[in-house]
């Protein structure tokens, strides 16, 4: 199952994330993350990393958009996981369907961008 999102604040992403364990049944949650460099990102980051069991981050196509390599280091200190560092939204995506299992979860979040983008990605595989 896919969830997209575009949670871009910490509240919006703490709701998100409460959403997301009490309406889906999942064995691991795989997240897709990317969002705008303007954002809260470490605290928006605490909300959802430590859920994730894995982590792609990635970026959109927006000027705005913060660097993959940025995330993977704000993730590997909040919470000591490696995510895995995707430069755009359609190889993330790919590689998210590629690692789960039927009874997973993909959560595609962070920008309005990366939701719009991984829309169209679904759309055309």
Do not use: W
């Not at 509240?11 to 999942?26: T, W």
């Not at 430069?87 to 990366?114: F, H, P, Q």
């Amino acid at each position: 199952m896919i969830v997209l999102d575009y949670a871009h604040t910490v509240d919006s992403m703490r709701s998100l994330k409460h959403a997301l364990f009490e309406n889906f049944k999942f064995n691991r949650l795989i997240l897709i993350l990317g969002f705008s460099q303007d954002k809260d990102l470490d605290n928006i980051l605490k909300e959802v990393a430590t859920v994730g069991d894995s982590i792609i981050v990635t970026r959109s196509k927006n000027p705005r958009a913060a660097l993959p390599e940025d995330l993977c280091q704000r993730i590997e200190k909040l919470c000591y996981k490696q995510p895995v560092i995707f430069d755009n939204t359609l190889d993330a995506v790919i590689e998210a369907k590629r690692i789960a299992t039927k009874n997973d979860l993909i959560c595609i979040t962070g920008s309005a961008y990366v939701a719009g983008e991984a829309m169209q990605v679904l759309k055309a595989i």
